[in-house]
């Protein structure tokens, strides 16, 4: 019991010896910045009353602003895809019995693509026939005698309405039978090319076939909705193909009013020419697209910037008498592309802004270039 009394004792004396240690350090550590800065003042004070100077000269670089184009972009990544791009199904319920072109197929607008089964339609359209010859006698007889005053309208208008329904009829399976080729709805190349022979077919339901017109392309991309103020049909845009290394410059040919619910994004578009069938369908390409412009800004780079709570500023090189100092310069920045950034206020035309040995410096430091 005593020996534990005499652990605890112990371990409080060494615990009120750190801590006052621990005060005794932080008040010498006080004072001694305290004389530090004392001593600074008064070599000062001694120096200026004997004519010397004890300040140290900074090497730096430094350089001259002028006023300059200035533009931001906005980079979005899209892809490209064909100006028609189309899905082709059958306007009929059959089962496909021929298949006459191939994935990579150049096609015509009409051309057939794959046949169904028709057979149901054309023994349909050789009953008719056959029906139509008979009352077609029937109405050329009643006719004659109907112009001979032999006979009743009645069986006149019967014969001449019996053959018009039949023809009627002739004429609808004859579209039917039409709708039973699968035909390329625009010129261009199959892509794709879904279906078997034997297999089932039904409209709206099976995409029997996707023909891209690829003479024309253009480039979709999804902006983000707080740009849709800032962005609009004849902008100004760079569009980058990482697979091919190449950039051209265009415009936005047509950008949308409607904002998707989901993702919050609308969709910019940009027209182009493929004449040469450079661009492939799904290519990436990034978008850069023009939200900013100004032909005269005073622009520095972006790690000249330096921040200290919410203020933002640069040193500049002043010249005061024959030397030059460091001076800080609170700024106000507007935005940053590429590595620059532009300063809105706070900095002119001719100004020497220091662009080496920056990181060290205090306000009013000798300078030497």
Request: charged share 25%; glycine share 6%; hydrophobic share 40%.
């Amino acid at each position: 019991m005593k020996t534990k009394l005499i652990a605890g004792i112990l371990i409080c004396l060494l615990a009120a010896c750190n801590n006052s240690n621990k005060a005794k350090l932080e008040s010498l550590k006080k004072k001694h910045d305290e004389i530090t800065e004392q001593i600074k003042t008064l070599e000062k004070i001694v120096a200026k009353e004997e004519g010397k100077s004890i300040e140290k000269v900074v090497d730096v670089s430094v350089s001259e602003l002028k006023a300059s184009e200035f533009n931001h972009y906005l980079e979005v990544q899209g892809k490209i895809d064909g100006e028609e791009n189309v899905a082709v199904s059958p306007k009929m319920m059959g089962v496909i019995t021929s298949i006459f072109v191939k994935e990579g197929d150049n096609v015509k607008k009409g051309q057939a693509l794959a046949q169904m089964d028709d057979a149901i339609y054309r023994q349909s359209l050789t009953t008719l026939d056959s029906t139509r010859v008979f009352v077609n006698n029937l109405y050329v007889k009643q006719k004659k005698l109907w112009e001979q005053n032999i006979g009743s309208e009645i069986q006149y208008l019967t014969a001449k309405n019996n053959l018009e329904s039949i023809d009627n009829n002739i004429k609808s399976i004859k579209e039917q039978l039409k709708l039973m080729t699968i035909t390329s709805p625009i010129d261009g190349t199959v892509e794709e090319l879904s279906v078997k022979i034997g297999q089932a077919a039904s409209p709206g339901v099976t995409n029997a076939f996707r023909i891209v017109n690829l003479s024309k392309v253009k480039v979709l991309a999804e902006v983000a909705e707080a740009y849709s103020s800032k962005i609009k049909n004849g902008d100004q845009v760079k569009v980058f193909f990482p697979d091919l290394e190449k950039e051209i410059t265009s415009k936005i040919s047509f950008s949308s009013k409607y904002i998707n619910a989901i993702n919050r994004t609308f969709t910019c578009e940009v027209r182009l020419d493929n004449n040469n069938e450079l661009y492939r369908a799904n290519m990436i390409a990034i978008m850069k697209i023009n939200d900013y412009h100004t032909n005269a800004a005073i622009t520095v780079p972006v790690n000249l910037i330096q921040k200290i709570g919410n203020e933002n500023y640069v040193y500049i090189a002043d010249k005061n008498l024959d030397k030059y100092i460091a001076r800080k310069v609170k700024v106000k920045i507007g935005q940053s592309y590429n590595g620059y950034t532009e300063i809105i206020e706070g900095l002119k035309e001719g100004d020497k802004v220091i662009s080496v040995g920056y990181q060290n410096l205090e306000d009013g430091q000798l300078l030497k270039f």
